[in-house]
């Protein structure tokens, strides 16, 4: 018996033993935490939600498959990663994108910004954010057609407006808190979601749960989020008023736009922020400083998108300098 | 509840230690056969002073030390010797080995013991460790009669005794600090006697609280070796933290004393030396009995073994012999693991030895057996960072080193990596990170 196993024996290098974590598990996870907010842009923006989604996500995996078997390379299409890609995507487009909108946006995403790249670990920007990106540049107009939010199933032919930070950047503060009845109005819609915007950016509430359930299991950390809306809130308190500094309203700032959409689920893509958590954190400061700069001062109401993207550039130098805290570091000091 | 000491990341793997935590360490069978390394420790391998054909008894030399840092070794069994040269050994490497055929009878060298061995100085009592051919029992096996002899620059204040046994599935430390807590305290005396240090401790993890009281009682209680040892001096058991690599040295100086050894130094630097709590009972027994390392507790286990064990094993003993006394393998079983899971040697053979420094046996199934074959590319969680207890970047370190970008890993302090292998067991790319970092560090000068 003891001999002749002999032939069988396995053997590698230590450690022989592993955690439970995997790049699949991780993934599906992000993707059920982004089931709420999903299942609130259902609610919001009837079945033109749902099939617009769909489109994304099929074409981001049949993407995936197809350059991955023509690259004769393995085909990860299990991992969750591109299915993610394609959902991420999906959230950030207007409810009434025509439909080969989505399909180009999942195809620029995975093919030209991840594939090309080298796949998963190698890429530089946030796929799904290179997609949106090139979809905005390339049909303005349908990137940028709103349906009014109206929880009634009526579907495709729901009125069309401004979001609120379009609202804010062109009419002020005031016309929003008209349109609303009152602030407090105002910051309950932002907070539940019943608001113009992209699919699955609206529902502040419904995207914080998904965030609390990453944050748990320690699939992000606190450093991107945290630091990214502290600088918006920060910032938009000091610049965002239009009687002087310090007057700005923060919390419209905070829970408009894409922020929480992108602070707690695009920002923290692991291959595009820094490693180092200490990174991580003048990665969150740099893009809210950018978010804000283009909210107040771009050509565009929103600026999330384009402040990861800039600052997925950065990553790799921000990691380069800053230093983990590495024990037994000798001091500068002469005994 | 008082807040236990440890130090900062590290990670929880399952223990599994319920295997063979409660079976009493039992004595292995008589090897037919002992295969004993001429170079079983770190540092020079011993010089043969047998030659094949001569009889030799149980205790007697074999081997004797070459140089400041070596091991002589000694005959486990009494028989004869029957070859002299290349073994497989637990490394992986050949080795220069003396084989032993026994014959039965374990005649015994008689031993010359020292009934005052309180009365030693510090040089005789390492003279006596040094003949015993002891080297630190936890894995590295660094000879203990050096590790007692610091250079004058570095004065030590501190005796640690390892008995965190933080590898999962290992109990014999565990085992030892229930059987024979006296004879450890003994051993510590005569190494703080031997440092001139007034200070001991003995750090243990939570998760033995019956090895804790035991080792609190033999501390109160063992008043023998008092006169040992200048007045005042103290010993203190210390409660540590459940968590992975907590056994590690400079982790354990780090828990119990708060101090930081420096980046690539040892633990003299800081004023501690550090050894584990089976040298401290076989230095008791060299010095006070003059008894040769010649076995060891050796924990035979996993779930690929039908009855796990804590063994007794004259060192050279066949690791296939183990296993049969353990019942053989059950079905599952495609993994043997000399020492323990993170930091132990897959074997590739059942014909390997039982060494001074082989804590465990242990044989894991399909089920247990996480293939490192099959790895991605780091999607750069951070997991690994968050974990390494040394503070290092193991996703960089990995990176630079699959790419062959050896002399960068150097300036992330590649040197500093032991090896512990917490970073692979975090990451969910499945990345051989061990692999990439013995690789660089083979292909760049320290
Ligand atoms: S880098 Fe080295 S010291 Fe750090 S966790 Fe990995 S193996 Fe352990
Ligand atoms: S744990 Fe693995 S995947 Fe994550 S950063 Fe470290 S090496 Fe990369």
Not at chain 1, 40 to 47: D, E, V
Not at chain 1, 111 to 138: D, E, M
Not at chain 2, 96 to 101: L, T
Not at chain 2, 393 to 409: D, F, Q, T, V
Request: some cysteine; charged content about 20%; aromatic content about 8%.
């Amino acid at each position: 018996m003891v001999e002749k196993k002999e032939h069988e024996l396995i053997v590698s290098v230590s450690p022989h033993i592993k955690g439970e974590e995997s790049v699949s598990r991780i993934m599906w996870s992000v993707n059920l935490a982004l089931l709420p907010a999903f299942l609130m842009s259902l609610y919001y923006f009837g079945p033109r939600a749902l099939l617009v989604t769909l489109l994304c996500i099929g074409a981001a995996v049949a993407s995936e498959y197809i350059i991955q078997k023509s690259l004769k390379k393995d085909v990860t299409v299990s991992d969750g990663s591109a299915f993610l890609t394609g959902l991420l995507l999906g959230m950030n487009l207007p409810p009434g994108v025509p439909f080969y909108i989505p399909i180009v946006g999942s195809v620029v995403a995975i093919v030209i910004t991840k594939q090309l790249f080298g796949g998963l670990g190698y890429n530089i920007f946030n796929p799904a954010l290179i997609g949106r990106a090139f979809l905005l540049i390339s049909w303005p107009k349908a990137m940028t057609i709103w349906s009014e939010s109206t929880a009634a199933f009526v579907g495709l032919d729901a009125k069309t407006t401004a979001t609120p930070l379009g609202i804010l950047k062109e009419e002020g503060l005031g016309k929003l808190i008209e349109m609303f009845g009152d602030k407090i109005n105002l910051y309950t819609q932002l907070f539940v979601g019943n608001r113009a915007g992209s699919l699955g950016e609206t529902s502040v509430i419904a995207l914080l749960l998904g965030a609390a359930y990453l944050l748990y299991r320690g699939y992000i950390t606190w450093h991107i989020p945290l630091s990214f809306l502290a600088t918006v809130g920060v910032l938009a308190w000091i610049f965002g008023g239009k009687s002087g500094l310090f007057t700005g309203d923060p919390l419209i700032h905070l829970l408009s736009g894409g922020l929480m959409l992108g602070a707690f689920f695009m920002a923290t893509d692991y291959v595009t922020c820094p490693t180092v958590r200490k990174g991580q954190i003048i990665f969150g400061i740099g893009c809210g400083a950018i978010t804000i700069l283009i909210r107040l001062k771009g050509g565009f109401p929103e600026g999330v998108m384009f402040a990861i993207l800039l600052m997925n550039c950065f990553a790799p130098m921000i990691d380069r300098s800053v230093k983990t805290k590495q024990f037994g570091a000798i001091k500068e000091t002469k005994k | 509840m008082l807040k236990l000491a440890t130090f900062e990341r590290g990670i929880h793997p399952e223990e599994v230690k319920e295997l063979t935590e409660a079976s009493p360490i039992v004595k292995a069978a008589l090897p037919k056969r002992v295969v004993i390394p001429l170079s079983q420790h770190t540092g020079a391998p011993a010089k043969p002073e047998v030659v094949i054909g001569d009889l030799v008894k149980r205790n007697q030399l074999i081997g004797s030390g070459q140089g400041f840092v070596s091991a002589s070794v000694h005959a486990s069994i009494s028989g004869k010797v029957i070859a002299i040269g290349s073994f497989p050994h637990p490394s992986g490497r050949m080795i220069q080995s003396i084989v032993i055929e026994g014959d039965g009878k374990d005649e015994e060298m008689s031993l010359k013991e020292t009934p005052d061995y309180l009365n030693l100085s510090a040089d005789e009592i390492k003279a006596l460790i040094k003949d015993a051919g002891i080297v630190g029992l936890g894995g590295a096996a660094f000879p203990t009669n050096v590790k007692l002899s610091p250079p004058k620059e570095k004065p030590i204040d501190t005796v640690i005794l390892n008995g965190a046994e933080c590898e999962p599935y290992l109990t014999a430390d565990h085992r030892l600090m229930l059987e024979q807590p006296e004879g450890i305290v003994a051993g510590l005396k005569i190494i703080m006697k031997t440092l001139g240090v007034t200070k001991g401790y003995i750090g243990i993890e939570n998760n033995k609280p019956d090895a804790i009281e035991a080792m609190k009682k033999a501390v109160s209680s063992e008043e023998s070796a008092y006169s040992l040892l200048p007045t005042p001096y103290s010993i203190e058991v210390y409660p540590l933290k459940v968590k992975y690599p907590q056994g590690a040295e400079k982790m354990l100086i780090n828990a119990i004393k708060d101090r930081e050894v420096p980046s690539r130094g040892l633990p003299m630097d800081v004023g501690v030396v550090v050894q584990n709590v089976g040298t401290a009972f076989a230095v008791y027994e060299a010095v006070r009995y003059g008894k040769p390392l010649i076995e060891r507790i050796v924990t035979v286990t996993g779930r690929g073994i039908k009855e796990p064990k804590n063994m007794m094993v004259r060192i050279g003993t066949l690791m296939s012999e183990l296993i049969e006394q353990c019942g053989g393998f059950t079905d599952g079983a495609v993994k043997v693991i000399a020492g323990g899971p993170m930091m132990g040697f897959a074997q590739w053979s059942l014909d390997i030895p039982v060494l001074k420094g082989t804590s465990g046996i242990l044989v894991l199934t399909e089920k247990d057996y996480v293939s490192s074959e099959e790895y991605l590319p780091c999607i750069r969680c951070g997991n690994c960072i968050d974990i390494c207890p040394m503070g290092l970047n193991p996703s960089m370190l990995s990176i630079l080193s699959e790419k062959g970008r050896y002399e960068e890993a150097k300036e992330y302090n590649l040197f500093d990596c032991f090896e512990c292998g917490s970073c692979a067991y975090v990451c969910p790319s499945n990345r051989p990170i061990v692999q990439f970092m013995r690789l660089a560090k083979s292909m760049v000068k320290p």
